[in-house]
């Protein structure tokens, strides 16, 4: 079909209730046009971290926190499990509504089918700095990539990528599929940078 891609990648921050969306969104499409989506992690703590007016710094930690969890997660399994993680942290958090880190994880390894000694392993990584090098690396490259001054979510399709597209709530159906066309079309154009309203909705998960 039309408007598949061979290649797309998904930047997240877990906390952030935007990227939830956009990512709920991305997930539909690539399910009805047979492509799949590498997931990447990042840090929105990491990109404010020399901002003195981070009006969200608990929220940042917390995704932070969540983001150790899951490239550990990914190191121990490997990279199929990145997107399943996301989605059970993701469910519990957004729609959810829920804090507590540690059950959140915990809940979300059993989900993900990892258990036992790993699930223990993974679990201990929340508060740990082992997986930070690895969120620092992934944050840079998709800030080299989509550009400066730009937050979560960012796609890349086929190798264009942007920060994008912000949208409540996700779309479904034929509504999801026709904002897919528009930003593949836009995609596929090598000087489209911007295209951007104000937002007079808060997010509607």
């Not at 598949?4 to 990512?23: N, Y």
């Not at 046009?33 to 710094?57: K, M, Q, T, V, Y």
């Not at 960012?154 to 528009?182: E, H, K, N």
């Not at 930003?183 to 998960?205: C, D, H, M, N």
Request: hydrophobic residues 40%; charged residues 20%; proline residues 6%.
């Amino acid at each position: 079909m039309g408007n598949t891609p061979t290649s797309v990648e998904f930047w997240f921050d877990l906390i952030c209730p935007w990227c939830w969306m956009t990512s709920r969104w991305a997930s539909e499409v690539a399910s009805v046009r047979g492509f799949d989506i590498a997931w990447h992690p990042i840090s929105l703590r990491i990109i404010n971290e020399h901002n003195p007016h981070d009006s969200h710094h608990e929220h940042h930690v917390r995704g932070h926190r969540f983001g150790r969890v899951v490239e550990a997660a990914r190191r121990e399994v490997g990279e199929s499990v990145v997107g399943p993680l996301y989605t059970a942290i993701g469910t519990r958090v957004h729609p959810g509504g829920r804090e507590d880190v540690e059950a959140i994880v915990a809940e979300s390894l059993a989900e993900v089918g990892v258990s036992g000694e790993a699930a223990q392993r993974i679990a201990a990584e929340v508060d740990l700095e082992s997986s930070d090098a690895q969120l620092r690396a992934n944050t840079a490259h998709a800030l080299e990539i989509a550009g400066p001054d730009v937050g979560v979510p960012i796609i890349s399709i086929d190798g264009v990528a942007f920060f994008g597209p912000v949208v409540t709530p996700a779309p479904t159906g034929d509504a999801a599929l026709r904002l897919w066309d528009g930003i593949y079309a836009a995609a596929s154009v090598p000087g489209f940078y911007e295209l951007k309203r104000g937002r007079t909705a808060g997010p509607q998960f």
